[in-house]
């Protein structure tokens, strides 16, 4: 079994573990100390996952105005425990 120590160090890990149990208020709090350091490296490894919504993250969607994240449509997450 994974520890918490273990889930911390691998964010996404957590983050998907969020997204499964409906948690979608602590998923949009991982990334807000990035998005207000300007750290988007961290944000935009996301991306990937169509489940994923960047539009909390302003200073994220700043920095990449144009190139087609305004109108991104973000997937349910098809196996999300209802809460």
């Known amino acids: 079994m994974w520890s918490l120590e273990y889930l911390q160090h691998d964010a996404s890990i957590l983050w998907l573990a969020y997204k499964v149990i409906g948690d979608d208020e602590s998923t949009k709090q991982m990334f807000v100390e990035y998005d207000e350091r300007n750290d988007f ?3 935009a490894d996301y991306l990937s ?4 919504d960047p539009r ?3 200073n994220f969607m700043q920095a990449v105005a144009g190139q ?3 109108e991104r449509e973000v997937l349910d997450l098809p196996y999300r425990c209802d809460r």
Not at 49 to 52: E, I, L, T
């Open 49 to 52: 996952y169509g489940h994923f």
């Open 41 to 43: 490296d961290r944000i």
């Open 56 to 58: 909390p993250y302003p």
């Open 68 to 70: 087609g994240l305004e």
